[in-house]
C-alpha cells in the first residue's frame, strides 16, 4: 500500500503558530526531509518527536527526491518541511513534490504559517488581487527587469529581501515604481518583530540612519495610485515640501514626482517656480 508526502507548514518564528495538525502529521511520519536538519531538530526537539530527518536542498535534491519516491510507494509517510513557513513558496522541494506526482502517489498539503499572508495581512495594503515575488533578483540589472514588467499591474505586490540588500532594493522599487506604498516587515512573529510603513525611499532612509540592518524582510507595495488630474504649482510644492520634510532629498523628491505623474523634471520644476513667483509679492507686503 502506497504512503503519501505531506507537505507541512511550520513557524516562521513563534513556535506556537505551529498547527495541530501539522503536530500530529510530523509524529506519524516515517521520514522528514528538510533543507537544514539541524535548524529543524531544534523543532522536533522542542515537541518531543523523534523522528529520522534526512536533507534536501538544491544540491542533492534531484537524487534525494528518486529516495523519497520509493519510500512513499512502499508505504511510508514523508514529511517535507522548509527551515520556516510554508514548503516550496521560495524554497526548494519542487523536484521532490513533481517526482511524487508523476509516480502517480499521494500528496496533501497541511496548511499553516506563511510570511507573505502575514505581511500582506498586517500591511493595510491588499484586500484584493496580489502578486507574489518571492526573492527579488540580486543583480540590479535583473532586478530592474522584474519591477518594470510589474509597473502598470493593478494590484498590490509582495517581495522576499535579505537585509543586505533591501536599501539597494528600496531605492530602485522608489525609482521604478513610483506612487505605490510600501510596508516593510521585518522579523515576522518574532521578538523583535517591526512594521516599517511609507513610500520605498522613506523606509530605506529609515534604514540607512540604522548601524546595521538586520533580519529577513518581507515587503509589501500597494497597487498603483491614481492619477487625480493635472497637477497645479500648489499641489506639486506641496508633494515636494512633504516629501523632504520626511528626509528624501528635494532633487530624489522632484525626480519620483516626475516619474509618478508622466512629467518631465523641468516641467516639476516650473510648477515650483510658478508656485515660487505667486508666493514671493504676498511675502514682501508682510
Not at 3 to 23: H, M
Not at 133 to 146: E, H, I, S, Y
Not at 203 to 227: C, H, I, M, N, S
Not at 249 to 268: D, N, P, Q
Amino acid at each position: 500500500m502506497a504512503g503519501v508526502l505531506s507537505i507541512v507548514s511550520t513557524p516562521i518564528g513563534n513556535l506556537e503558530d505551529i498547527t495541530l495538525r501539522a503536530l500530529r502529521v510530523l509524529r506519524e511520519a516515517s521520514v522528514i526531509a528538510c533543507e537544514d536538519t539541524r535548524h529543524t531538530r531544534k523543532l522536533l526537539e522542542h515537541f518531543g518527536i523523534p523522528v529520522r530527518t534526512v536533507s534536501y536542498h538544491e544540491h542533492n535534491e534531484a537524487t534525494r527526491a528518486v529516495e523519497l519516491v520509493e519510500a512513499v510507494r512502499r508505504g511510508d509517510r514523508v514529511a517535507l518541511v522548509s527551515d520556516a513557513g510554508t514548503p516550496l513558496l521560495s524554497d526548494p522541494g519542487y523536484r521532490v513534490l513533481r517526482a511524487v506526482l508523476e509516480a502517480g502517489l499521494p500528496v496533501e498539503v497541511v496548511p499553516g504559517p506563511a510570511a507573505l499572508l502575514v505581511a500582506l495581512t498586517g500591511s493595510g495594503l491588499g484586500g484584493g488581487e496580489f502578486f507574489f515575488g518571492g526573492f527579488l533578483p540580486p543583480k540590479r540589472t535583473q532586478r530592474a527587469k522584474v519591477l518594470e514588467s510589474l509597473r502598470d499591474l493593478n494590484a498590490a505586490l509582495v517581495f522576499y529581501e535579505a537585509p543586505h540588500r533591501v536599501v539597494e532594493s528600496l531605492r530602485q522599487i522608489g525609482e521604478l515604481l513610483p506612487g505605490r506604498e510600501l510596508c516593510a516587515a521585518r522579523e515576522l512573529t518574532k521578538l523583535h518583530e517591526e512594521w516599517l510603513r511609507g513610500s520605498p525611499s522613506e523606509v530605506a532612509r529609515q534604514l540607512e540612519l540604522r548601524d546595521a540592518v538586520k533580519g529577513e524582510f518581507t515587503l509589501v507595495l500597494g497597487r498603483p495610485q491614481p492619477d487625480t488630474g493635472e497637477l497645479d504649482a500648489e499641489s506639486v510644492a506641496s508633494v515636494i515640501a512633504a516629501a523632504t520634510a520626511s528626509g528624501v532629498g528635494r532633487m530624489e523628491a522632484i525626480k519620483e514626482l516626475a516619474r509618478a505623474r508622466g512629467l518631465s523634471k523641468r516641467e516639476v520644476y516650473r510648477l515650483l517656480e510658478d508656485f515660487r513667483d505667486r508666493e514671493a509679492p504676498s511675502a514682501s507686503r508682510d
